[in-house]
């Protein structure tokens, strides 16, 4: 029995290396020196955070969207790697919902009751408790501030996870074609929306339950696509993404940085091609040598990601002159020990719930 228990929980530690958030024990991509996704994946949640904290630029650029961006980027290529290696689409999807839902509902809670008790939720605000079993954002306080402003990108991103199904139907070429389309159709729409050429369109409320705001849609599936793309070519990519070829393209990006600071609008798909190469160097190709161990097995970057924004509200409620550096220098341990809890207590568990019931189906 109790060598069925390890089994099963080191199945569960590897299968979480096949989505976004997860261990980065393994990937199809091995090396020596194993990888970076984990660091690289709390990297970018602490820069969510800090772009919540200060809203500043750095060189031009806006770290919470760019963040986001290599989220998705890094989401294409792990989840079309965990839909190959599924025994079944029952099982693709068990693990997707226990490996999303259980933390997620635990925080919309917890972000709800914060913003009730530190500001009260906002009576003109309606919206059932129901909605956060579709990944909905909690309701805003009575001062207008959202009680968890990072909750949004769960929705997307779970959106992307069933994407993959079709997709994963296609042949890698039309996959590549179709990723090529919404690359294109991104940058038509960000740049005429973000220079006021076109207004955002307006939906219903049934459509943005099913899809969403279609900008950000079209924006967040892009770049997925991209990286679900990178996974079906890796082998190409392997070989040709070194490392002046990385650092090209991160100097690509520091120009357009400066000749283009909002958001990337004008040169979205090279933005995205550039990025996307130096992010795939980084992250399996890159030798970091210590450094790879951070969040590699204790996996706080989801935890982290959700309980940001709460914690701020709770500093800032309470220290309103609070300076941003000291802002963001509170901010980040609080949500990475909430983070560590979260891993510990909710979503190691679900990990390992969803690896039993893949074997009982396999059995």
Request: a positive charge; one cysteine or more.
């Amino acid at each position: 029995m109790a060598g069925r228990k390890e089994a099963l929980t080191a199945s569960a530690t590897i299968d979480a290396t096949a989505h976004l958030w997860g261990p980065a024990a393994s990937t199809s991509v091995n090396r020596s020196h194993g990888n970076n996704i984990g660091i690289i994946r709390l990297t970018l949640a602490s820069l969510v955070i800090l772009w919540h904290t200060t809203w500043i630029n750095i060189g031009g650029i806006e770290t919470g969207p760019t963040a986001v961006y290599a989220f998705f980027l890094i989401s294409g290529f792990l989840i079309t790697q965990s839909w190959e290696r599924r025994r079944s689409l029952r099982e693709y999807l068990t693990k997707r919902v226990l490996r999303i839902y259980p933390a997620f509902l635990v925080t919309w809670v917890v972000s709800v009751w914060v913003g009730q008790v530190m500001q009260g939720i906002d009576p003109n605000y309606y919206a059932p408790g129901w909605t956060a079993f579709i990944l909905g954002v909690p309701p805003l306080t009575t001062r207008g501030w959202g009680t968890n402003t990072s909750m949004w990108t769960i929705a997307y991103e779970f959106r992307c996870y069933l994407l993959v199904i079709p997709l994963g139907l296609l042949p890698r070429r039309q996959a590549a074609q179709l990723t090529a389309v919404a690359l294109g159709m991104y940058f038509v729409v960000s740049f005429l929306t973000t220079f006021h050429l076109i207004p955002k369109p307006s939906v219903s409320a049934m459509t943005n339950l099913i899809i969403g705001d279609p900008h950000k849609l079209i924006m967040l599936v892009a770049y997925f696509m991209l990286g679900a793309t990178a996974y079906h070519y890796r082998d190409r990519l392997d070989a040709f993404v070194t490392g002046r070829v990385a650092l090209a393209c991160t100097a690509a990006l520091a120009v357009i940085s400066v000749v283009d600071p909002i958001r990337w609008a004008t040169f979205a798909p090279v933005v995205a091609f550039c990025g996307g190469t130096a992010l795939y160097w980084l992250a399996f190709k890159a030798n970091l040598g210590p450094l790879r161990r951070i969040n590699a097995r204790t996996d706080i970057s989801y935890g982290t990601y959700l309980y940001g924004a709460p914690v701020q509200l709770v500093l800032q409620t309470l220290y309103p002159d609070l300076y941003p550096a000291a802002l963001l220098a509170l901010t980040l341990p609080i949500a990475m020990a909430l983070g560590w809890l979260s891993w510990h207590l909710i979503e190691r568990p679900a990990l390992q719930r969803a690896s039993q019931l893949a074997g009982q189906d396999a059995a």
